[in-house]
């Protein structure tokens, strides 16, 4: 069997091989059936293929019903028994609309047997999701406006969270700096200034469609205060990409402690791209090394072990 978990920017594929991670904007007409059609030959078609999504959500929809009608259309042209993972913790065969944004759920749904009293902290390129796995039940039918306001979703990740959205102001040479709120460096600039991702996992584009190397982050956060690399030097850009750091992680940090705090949990358990950073910070459990690499794609994994699960294999 193999699990597909289709989100706005990335596509994620588990199968027996391992996990497969492409960069897929839906937003610029991404060719999901195209990327899964080298899949397709390996996979058993005896059994369906097991997929979740967040894409639905990107602006390129009128609505979340196109966008899953779209990404269920898309997956079903090369896996034509296709079931789709829902918010209610059920498989679907078509498109319904408990079936957007359901990917954190069924991380939460594969985890909580093995880690029943934890908090779970899955931060990838995009968004933060953070979920406390002793209340399951609470969590069916939440949709991603839900939470938001209950803290369970904080829209910042490693790669694509535009660095003004996070600071107003930087101190640069003890001045109190304001910054340009265009989209000139992303969080990928800071966490690879900062040695936290390597090049090789700046996998989205660049704000300025440019090199993914050290000094092409460094010119692109100088930009952020309105300055070339020589005005301020590589020390101030790496103050930007420090301060982007630290608010970030006051941010993520603060909202996971909220969480433990209000379902008396006292345990964190950490996937995705960051999770060896925020495992750190949070003095957690690293999935990434309890798991394997399949923690960089864990909804994709578990939509596969959760259907794996439910047809008792």
């Keep these: 069997m193999i699990g597909i978990d289709v989100g706005g920017a990335n596509l994620k594929v588990a199968d027996g091989q391992g996990v497969h991670i492409h960069y897929c904007p839906l937003w610029t007409g991404a060719p999901i059936s195209d990327l899964l059609r080298q899949y397709a030959a390996a996979a058993d078609h005896n059994e369906p293929a097991a997929v979740v999504m967040s894409g639905e959500l990107a602006?390129?929809?009128?609505?979340?019903?196109?966008?899953?009608?779209?990404?269920a259309d898309a997956v079903r042209k090369v896996f034509p028994k296709a079931r789709f993972y829902g918010t209610d913790a059920t498989f679907h065969d078509g498109a319904?609309?408990?079936?957007?944004?359901?990917?954190?759920?069924?991380?939460?749904?594969f985890l909580r047997e093995?880690?029943?009293?934890?908090?779970?902290?899955?931060?990838?390129?995009?968004?933060?999701d953070i979920i406390p796995l002793s209340r399951f039940s609470d969590l069916l039918g939440l949709t991603d406006l839900a939470r938001l306001q209950k803290g369970y979703l904080v829209y910042t990740g490693m790669l694509r969270t535009p660095v003004a959205t996070l600071?107003?102001?930087?101190?640069?040479?003890?001045?109190?700096t304001p910054v340009s709120t265009e989209y000139f460096a992303a969080s990928a600039?800071?966490?690879?200034?900062?040695?936290?991702?390597a090049p090789v996992e700046y996998t989205c584009d660049t704000p300025d469609h440019k090199e993914k190397t050290p000094e092409a982050s460094l010119r692109r956060l100088a930009r952020v205060v309105c300055a070339d690399l020589e005005e301020i030097g590589e020390e101030g850009a790496r103050e930007?990409?420090?301060?982007?750091?630290?608010?970030?992680?006051?941010?993520?940090?603060?909202?996971?402690?909220?969480?433990?705090?209000?379902n008396g949990v006292s345990s964190v358990i950490v996937a995705g791209l960051g999770a060896s950073l925020f495992a750190r910070e949070l003095c957690g459990t690293d999935l990434n090394r309890a798991l394997g690499p399949v923690a960089d794609a864990l909804p994709a994994y578990a939509v596969r072990e959760?259907?794996?699960?439910?047809?008792?294999?």
């Design 59 to 71: 602006d390129c929809f009128e609505n979340k019903l196109q966008g899953i009608g779209f990404i």
């Design 96 to 109: 319904v609309p408990v079936l957007a944004a359901a990917n954190w759920l069924v991380s939460a749904d």
């Design 114 to 128: 093995k880690y029943p009293d934890a908090v779970l902290l899955d931060i990838g390129s995009t968004t933060a």
């Design 167 to 176: 600071l107003s102001s930087v101190n640069l040479g003890r001045i109190t």
């Design 189 to 197: 600039d800071a966490h690879l200034v900062l040695g936290h991702i």
């Design 240 to 262: 930007i990409a420090g301060a982007f750091w630290e608010r970030q992680k006051e941010i993520v940090c603060g909202a996971v402690r909220r969480v433990q705090e209000e």
């Design 306 to 313: 959760v259907a794996l699960r439910k047809h008792g294999k």
